[in-house]
């Protein structure tokens, strides 16, 4: 039996489009003194570039790593983040029987994925300091909620003053899920099926590393994050996962 599934008018035109109008939700925290705003790479940063440049706030990234299944990479078992962070979907891991040893192999591997991609956004950079700040963490969508999580853990540990997340769209019991861990939740759509983040963007095509190196260098004021030249991204960037 085929199964059809309804289409709906897409809420935004691209990730830079939702940007601005999350921004505008939030337009409360402009020139906050202590704001600092956060990426997930790669789909997050231009929308996280727009609403730091809206609301006069510094912006950087916080580098996670989803963990999916072997044979399933879209249905996420749990996620890394910088730091050492870890978090599990232990609902998956026990319905699926999915051994330790198996876990700790896709860990590594993203690990090793997670080090190229901070070499190559942050270079000699060291991570943004947290301690103090209001954190706005961003994403270009919540489905899961298993990165977001495993980058709220990685913030929560540099000791902030606050946590939000704020993303275009979200699935409502991720929503419901994230919220007891931080101060609040902005979800421009939560509609009740989300199928896939994309079907919400006009424009979804996937953020390249140039992007995201061009996006932290214009908003460091010229900083270049890393080493993104031409053979840097040959070697690790815009072919990676």
Not at 78 to 88: H, M, Q
Not at 108 to 122: K, S
Not at 219 to 239: K, M, V, W
Request: proline letters at 8%.
């Amino acid at each position: 039996m085929r199964i059809r599934v309804k289409e709906f008018p897409p809420l935004f035109r691209d990730r830079r489009e939702a940007g601005r109008l999350l921004a505008q939700r939030l337009a409360a925290w402009t020139d906050h003194p202590d704001l600092l705003v956060l990426a997930l790479p790669r789909g997050g940063v231009p929308i996280a570039y727009e609403v730091a440049r809206a609301l006069h706030a510094p912006l950087d990234i916080v580098l996670v790593r989803k963990l999916g299944v072997p044979g399933h990479a879209e249905l996420a078992m749990g996620a890394i983040a910088e730091g050492g962070v870890r978090v599990l979907n232990h609902v998956v891991i026990r319905e699926l029987d999915i051994p330790e040893e198996i876990i700790d192999h896709v860990a590594r591997e993203e690990q090793r994925i997670l080090e190229q991609r901070r070499r190559l956004y942050r270079g000699d950079r060291p991570p943004p300091t947290v301690e103090g700040a209001r954190v706005i963490l961003i994403d270009d969508g919540l489905a899961t909620g298993m990165t977001i999580m495993a980058a709220i853990e990685a913030v929560r540990r540099g000791g902030p003053a606050g946590i939000m997340v704020a993303t275009p769209v979200a699935a409502p019991e991720s929503v419901a899920e994230i919220e007891p861990l931080v101060d609040e939740v902005v979800a421009l759509a939560t509609p009740e099926m989300l199928y896939a983040i994309g079907m919400w963007y006009s424009d979804f095509t996937p953020t390249s590393d140039a992007e995201v190196c061009s996006l932290l260098a214009e908003a460091l004021r010229g900083y270049t994050p890393g080493p993104c030249s031409d053979r840097a991204l040959e070697h690790g960037g815009e072919n990676a996962p």
